[in-house]
């Protein structure tokens, strides 16, 4: 009899399933832009936006979150004006060589040697040629800056690869080079 009873539980269970499955009428679907969503591609024409897609760039003026300004502009001009007027934000006790040294060794010493010589690794191997060592050049914390900031000759920029404050550390610790090599 508990067999009987089961079994029949079941028939009537797997009936009433197959019984709301009709092909013939339409199943109804809520919410449907949850299941089918449109894609839309980053900078495709829309018709959200009158401008199309000079409505997606930052508005004039803005500043990205972690960047600052920087005043001076990449030219001969530029780097001019920022030797002769760019300070360091840093004083003598925010100055950490350690860290100063750290970074350098990692982004600088390759090719300006550890001593600021200009004996790098990729110097000596001929790879890369003429990198003057610091004690000959007329180096000021504002033209070490803006070389970092925006690059010169054959040396790219490292603006991406450090923060502001990390770059004065560098430029604290170049400093600290120029003068032993002085001595």
């Known amino acids: 009899m508990k067999t009987t009873l089961k079994i029949t539980v079941v028939l009537?269970?797997?009936?009433?399933?197959?019984?709301?499955?009709?092909?013939?009428?339409?199943?109804?679907?809520?919410?449907?832009?949850?299941?089918?969503?449109?894609g839309y591609e980053a900078y495709q024409e829309s018709d959200a936006f009158a401008n199309g897609v000079e409505a997606q760039l930052p508005v004039d003026g803005t500043i990205p979150r972690g960047y600052s300004l920087y005043d001076f502009e990449d030219s001969t001009e530029g780097y001019d004006k920022a030797k002769a007027e760019?300070?360091?934000?840093?004083?003598?006790?925010?100055?950490?060589?350690?860290?100063?040294?750290?970074?350098?060794?990692?982004?600088?010493?390759?090719?300006?040697?550890?001593?600021?010589?200009?004996?790098?690794?990729?110097?000596?191997r001929e790879k890369i040629l003429g990198v003057p060592s610091y004690?000959?050049?007329?180096?000021?914390?504002?033209?070490?800056?803006?070389?970092m900031y925006y690059g010169l000759n054959s040396m790219g920029s490292y603006a991406n690869f450090m923060s502001d404050e990390e770059r004065w550390q560098v430029v604290a610790y170049v400093e600290k080079l120029k003068a032993d090599l002085e001595k």
């Open 12 to 38: 009537v269970m797997l009936l009433s399933i197959v019984s709301c499955n009709k092909k013939s009428r339409r199943n109804y679907q809520y919410m449907p832009n949850m299941y089918q969503s449109v």
């Open 135 to 147: 004690d000959t050049r007329e180096l000021t914390e504002g033209s070490i800056y803006h070389v």
């Open 86 to 124: 760019l300070k360091s934000p840093l004083d003598s006790s925010a100055v950490d060589y350690d860290r100063g040294k750290e970074l350098y060794d990692i982004y600088c010493g390759i090719c300006h040697g550890n001593k600021g010589d200009g004996q790098g690794t990729l110097m000596k």
